[in-house]
């Protein structure tokens, strides 16, 4: 009896020690490895022009964000108000990050980079130095100065190119149709007179002369315009005029459609890196300060042109997968960090996303390998939350908790397969008819990139970094998998 006894202890032993030890096992799987994460940071942003508001936000974000972000125009130049923001958001355990625009003065950005001293140093992360770059050449005008030929060249919304020889009083517009205009200005206090050429591609040449004289309190204008055609008519209003030349006397059309600058999607790529560059003059020493920006488009040459950190503006759309790719391809490569920026959903009424799509997207982005998820916060009522409401403001607690300090979450991760696009090919994919730099309509090869783009983001997902045939950022055997836009995926 006593050995049936013992017998069945036993049992009962191995039992308990095999069932402790699927649980301890089980236990263990459950909770996982503590995974390693990099730096990041939540923050939202203050555009309005109120200490007590920016004071009031800071109040409500404070527990579960660690990033103020003072976007503000008005308080640029109000060096105390911006002081005394930055003060409080530090004691209240907030890094901060400052606003400048190259709008404002040499010295309005280089006082900015002093406040920091003031209000702790070490919560300082860098000047947030104008925004949406990329997305200004494709959709705004946007200009490039040419200071050793004294040039102004300005790509406009429409796509035409401005040229401005300033020593002359010369202007050429390239319009996507292929027309050209010029103008010639000469003027004295009594006088003005202008010659305009207009340029069609089939030949034909316009040419308009006009002549202002002051009589007194009033001005008399004369003018004429002349039609010149390839085959060497020459009409006036209709008329044929036999004592006004030929089109010889003209530069053909082709040598001036030639003469224009930026024709080639390499030069474009250079000059809107150099324009960057140039803007970023006003910040002085830029190797003491990290420069910031967000954008929507564009980001490989942002990083090009020496900005640290890029948030990539996400609006709630389909599109953001795409955005994710770009912006991470282009940080990777170029060895910077990258975050995002969570916008409005919609422009007209302004409003923001939805607090669900937000948390989505902070989500992502953090596994992603995002290091910074910031909530535009623009106040068009002058109220501290603006845009921000108790949806969104419950979306960033809830990412701050489940994720940001969550151990079994991580964002020390990089993107494993590429997809390499043409060098130089600066086209805003936003769609299927988006774009060239804002100046060319897609081109032979647009096609064939978007099916590329579309099929490697179904295929590798968020493992893809989307990023540029660039001799200075050499591929080699940073992924796994490389495709290039031309090839079968």
Known sequence: MKKRLATILSLVIIIVV????FVVIDSFRLAGPVAS???FYVGVTYCGDNVTEAEQLIDKVKSYTNLLVLQSGPLIEDINATEQ????????GLE????????????????????PQACGGDHFLGLYYNDETGGKMLDEEFPFYNHNANVLVTKMPDGSLNVEYLSNNTMFVFYPSGEISEQCFQSSPNSSSSQTYLYFSNGTISYTTSNSISEGTSWRTISQTLIYQPNGTVTDNGTVVTDAGNILQFEPYREVWDSRPLATYAEVASAYVNADQYMFGSIGNQTAVKLFTSDYALYWFDYRAGYDTVFAELFGRQTDAQTLALVRGASDMQGKSWGVMIEPASQSPLSMQTGT???NEMKQAYEDGAEY?????YSPDNNATGLLQKQQFAALQKFWKDIVQNHQVTN?????????LPSDYGWGMRNQNDTIWGMWQPDNESQQVWNAVQTSLHKYGSKLDIIYDDPAYPVGDRYQHVYYWNQTI
Do not use: E
């Open 373 to 377: 998820a910031v909530a535009f916060n």
């Open 85 to 92: 923001i930055c003060s409080y958001a530090v004691k209240a």
């Open 412 to 420: 020390n991760v990089m993107g494993k397969d590429a997809l390499v």
């Open 37 to 39: 994460k990099k730096p």
């Open 18 to 21: 095999v069932v402790s030890a």
């Open 357 to 359: 799509q937000m948390y």
């Open 96 to 115: 901060i990050i400052l606003y400048c625009s190259f709008d404002y003065s040499n010295w309005t950005c280089a006082s900015l980079l002093n406040i």
